[in-house]
């Protein structure tokens, strides 16, 4: 069965960092394109970045760009979100997600993470 396993969640404080990292099983990695999106309260779901099947597009939305580093190791079959200077606005739950296709920062991916809490106090 597919699964994405999404850990390195918690509470931070402002300006402080945390890593995000996903294991993926029961699909072929390589081949996925991959990224995460968060839900804040309130607010609707967003992409924060994503990295292609190999690692040769990578994209970041706005709000994140220049903090926040995605990676993907192949052969452990992983995606990271290093997630630097976070601010109160990066609250909220994030998705680890996976697609065959590339959809970048602006499609629903077709395998969803189970979602990690992500607190930055201010």
């Known amino acids: 069965q597919v699964q994405l396993v999404a850990s390195g969640g918690g509470w931070v404080q402002l300006g402080e960092s945390l890593r995000l990292s996903c294991a993926v099983s029961?699909?072929?990695?390589?081949?996925?394109?991959v990224g995460w999106f968060r839900q804040a309260p309130g607010r609707e779901r967003e992409a924060v970045s994503y990295i292609s099947k190999n690692g040769g597009s990578i994209g970041y939305a706005r709000s994140v760009r220049g903090r926040f580093t995605i990676s993907r190791d192949n052969a452990k079959k992983t995606v990271n979100l290093q997630m630097n200077n976070l601010k109160s606005e990066d609250t909220g739950v994030y998705y680890c997600v996976a697609d065959p296709y590339y959809h970048g920062l602006g499609a629903t991916y077709t395998y969803w993470g189970q979602g990690i809490q992500v607190t930055v106090s201010s």
């Open positions: 029961g699909i072929a990695f390589d081949y996925m394109n």
